[in-house]
């Protein structure tokens, strides 16, 4: 099953693609995930990148275009995947098509802004093993410390409030237009992302087996 996972960032993709991927067991691929890897690593990519999600803007779509296409021909994609956070743009898009990738299904989760924006800036990551939490939804067992490995957790600099309502404003004007995109394919499920993790799943598994 090849799947791509679509929503505002914050929407709750990477926590759902987690939980599918491993249901299905098929690779999750986000390119969030790769991006912040090669910042952590100093990688030309990584440099490249860093002004842009510093400030909650897109990186370039051929810079992206490019880790996808690595990272699909790797053999463990070859009995699906799924894709959180990419594509984001329509050249995106037609970069996957021109690829020759047939999509199974595309699930949008549909989250209100203002239900977005308090989750992202209360989300808190560990640096160190990129586990996530949650100030008030998703607590550590000891606050400011990572329960799987000790780290302290931080804040991801785009998850600052002034860098959140950016990122808003670039999904809404270069993300959901690719609703239209895939509504005419017939492949596009709306999923309600609002609830607890057990009911979104119980929802997105729904919509991939309809
Ligand atoms: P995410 O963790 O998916 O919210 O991604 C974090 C940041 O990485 C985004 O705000 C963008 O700066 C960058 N990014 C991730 N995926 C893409 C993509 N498909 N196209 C452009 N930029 C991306």
């Known amino acids: 099953m090849k799947i791509i996972f679509l929503g505002a960032p914050g ?3 990477g926590t759902q693609a987690e939980i599918v991927a491993e249901k299905y067991a098929i690779p999750t691929i986000s390119t969030g995930n790769i991006i912040r890897e090669a910042l952590k690593n100093g990688t030309e990519m990584g440099l490249k990148a860093k002004a842009f999600i510093e400030a909650g803007q897109l990186v370039p779509d051929e ?12 053999g463990d994609c ?10 984001r743009t329509i050249p995106q898009a037609e970069a996957l098509d021109a690829m020759g990738i047939i999509i199974d299904r595309v699930v949008d989760i549909e ?15 560990c640096p160190d093993c990129g586990a996530s939490y949650h100030i008030v939804n998703k607590k550590p067992e000891k606050e400011g410390i990572c329960d799987s490995c000790g780290a302290a957790l931080v804040q991801r600099k785009d998850d600052a409030p002034e860098t959140v309502a950016d990122r808003l404003k670039v999904y809404h004007d ?3 237009p690719l609703k239209g995109y895939y509504e005419k394919t017939g492949k596009l499920k709306i999923v309600e992302g609002l609830g607890s993790v057990a009911d979104i799943t119980a929802r997105v598994l729904k919509a991939l087996e309809d």
């Open 78 to 87: 070859d009995n699906g995947f799924i894709l959180d956070g990419f594509p």
């Open 63 to 74: 810079v992206v275009i490019g880790i996808i296409k690595e990272r699909l021909a790797k």
């Open 174 to 176: 270069q993300t959901e």
């Open 111 to 125: 989250v209100p802004d203002e239900a977005i924006a308090e989750r992202m800036t209360g989300r808190r990551v």
């Open 11 to 13: 929407a709750g993709k």
